[in-house]
C-alpha cells in the first residue's frame, strides 16, 4: 500500500498545512478530493452503490476461498492486486488519526464522511480477517506470481493464496498494527455509530492480546513488507491507541513499565514510535502528567530532523527535500511532514517548545518545515518539480 499510504498521508497534510484547504499554485481542495478518490480506487470486493470511480468493478469476491473464510475487500497494494495486512492496517491506523484529529476541517471541506468510508472499508475487512479466534489472515495473494501477471482486478479468477498468524505462526508486528487501526478508528465511530465503534474496540483489544501472547517476527510478507525495526514500536502504538480509546490504566501501566523506547528520526508503516511518542505526549500536555518523559522524547524526534537543530541526522536533497529511501520516498517525506504538523499544533495549544540543546523550536518553526517538505514534496506529486532546483 505504499501508493495508497502516501495518498493517505497526503490528504491529511492539506489539511494540516492549509487549514481551509485554500487554493494556492494549485487548487489543494481538488488534490485532498482526489487523494480520497485515489484511496476507493484501491478498493477490492463488491463496491458499493455509490462508488465514485465508473471504470472500477467489483474484484477479489473469490478470496479466501481456498482457506474457508470471507476475506473479500479491503485494498489492494499501490499497482498490485496483493492485499498486505501491515501496510493497510497502518493506513487506516493513520487516516483514522487523521480523522480524529482534523475532524472539524475534514468537515468544513465536506469530506469528512468520505475518510470514515474509507476508513470503515478497511475495518470492515479486518473484522473478516479476524473473524476466528486466536487468527489473523494478513495476506491474500502471491506477489511473485501477481507482478508476473499484468491484469485488472476485475479479470482476476484465480485461486488466491491466503496467509494468517496464530499462536503457532505469530506476527506480533501486523496484529498490533491491526489492533491500533481497531482501536483508533473506534474512536472515529464512537459518536456516529455506538455498536460499530464497540465493536471495532473489542476486537481491537483481541488482536493485542494475540499480537502479545505468542510473540514474533512474521516474515511472510517478505521481501516486499519485511519488518526491519521488530514488534516493539507497533506494541507500543497499538497500547497507546487503545489507552486513548479507553483511558484504562492497564494500559497506561503497559506504556509506563512495559513497553520499550526509541528515538528514530522517522515516522512509517514500519516504525511507528515518533508517532506513539507524539501521541502520548498530547495526552500529557492534556493532563496526564506521569507521560511528561514522551514530552522530550517527542522533542528528540523533531531534533533529530529538523535541519536547524544542533543534533539533526536527516539528509536532504539539494532543493530541501528529506531523503530516506531510494524507493518510494516521498511516502517517507509526507509522513514526516504529517506528524511535524501535528505536533506543531500540539505545541501551538499548549504553549510550548521544543527544545534541542541550546536552540528551541516553536510551532511555527514546525509548521514552516512541514510547508517545505509540502513543496518540496507533494508539489512533485502536484506536477511543479523544477530539476534545477533539486540535482
Not at 490528504?11 to 482526489?34: D, T
Not at 485494498?75 to 491506523?93: E, R
Not at 470503515?120 to 502471491?142: C, E, I, M
Amino acid at each position: 500500500m505504499k501508493m495508497t499510504l502516501l495518498g493517505m498521508i497526503f490528504l491529511s497534510l492539506l489539511i494540516g498545512l492549509n487549514g481551509k484547504v485554500e487554493a494556492q499554485a494549485h487548487n489543494y481542495k481538488e488534490a485532498l478530493a482526489k487523494s480520497i478518490i485515489f484511496l476507493e480506487c484501491q478498493r477490492s470486493g463488491k463496491l458499493p452503490p455509490n462508488n465514485r470511480v465508473p471504470w472500477r468493478g467489483d474484484s477479489g469476491l473469490d478470496d479466501g476461498k481456498l482457506a474457508n473464510v470471507d476475506l473479500i475487500g479491503g485494498y489492494y497494494d499501490a499497482g498490485d492486486n496483493v492485499k498486505y495486512g501491515l501496510p493497510m492496517a497502518f493506513t487506516v491506523t493513520t487516516l483514522s488519526w487523521g480523522a480524529i484529529f482534523y475532524q472539524k476541517q475534514l468537515q468544513a471541506v465536506g469530506e469528512l464522511q468520505h475518510i470514515r468510508d474509507a476508513i470503515r472499508w478497511g475495518t470492515d475487512y479486518f473484522l473478516k480477517a479476524s473473524s476466528r479466534p486466536k487468527r489473523l489472515y494478513v495476506q491474500v495473494g502471491d506477489p511473485v506470481q501477481d507482478h508476473q501477471c499484468w491484469i485488472r482486478p476485475e479479470n482476476m479468477h484465480m485461486p488466491r493464496t491466503v496467509l494468517k498468524i496464530d499462536e503457532h505462526t505469530p506476527g506480533t508486528e501486523i496484529a498490533a498494527e491491526t489492533a491500533a487501526a481497531m482501536a483508533a478508528s473506534s474512536i472515529v465511530f464512537r459518536d456516529i455509530d455506538h455498536v460499530y465503534s464497540h465493536k471495532l474496540l473489542n476486537k481491537a483489544k483481541s488482536l493485542l492480546s494475540l499480537a502479545g501472547s505468542h510473540r514474533g517476527t512474521y516474515d511472510g510478507e517478505c521481501p516486499f513488507y519485511c519488518s526491519y525495526s521488530g514488534f516493539n514500536d507497533e506494541m507500543q502504538w497499538a497500547v497507546t491507541w487503545l489507552y486513548k480509546a479507553t483511558r484504562n490504566n492497564t494500559y497506561l501501566h503497559y506504556i509506563l513499565e512495559e513497553s520499550i523506547d526509541a528515538v528514530v528520526g522517522e515516522f512509517n508503516w514500519d516504525l511507528k514510535y515518533a508517532g506513539t511518542q507524539i501521541l502520548l505526549t498530547e495526552m500529557y500536555l492534556q493532563g496526564q502528567k506521569s507521560l511528561e518523559e514522551y514530552k522530550k522524547i517527542s522533542d528528540s524526534y523533531i531534533c533529530s530532523v529538523i535541519p536547524e537543530s544542533p543534533y539533526a541526522q536527516a539528509h536532504f536533497t539539494p532543493g530541501g527535500m528529506l531523503y530516506m529511501r531510494d524507493g518510494a520516498n516521498s511516502q517517507y517525506v509526507t509522513a514526516t511532514a504529517f506528524s511535524f504538523s501535528v505536533y506543531g499544533v500540539v505545541l501551538a495549544q499548549h504553549n510550548k517548545q521544543v527544545v534541542c540543546g541550546g536552540k528551541q523550536f516553536g510551532s511555527a518553526d514546525l509548521l514552516a518545515f512541514a510547508k517545505k517538505q509540502e513543496f518540496s514534496g507533494p508539489e512533485l506529486i502536484l506536477g511543479s518539480f523544477h530539476a534545477k532546483d533539486d540535482k
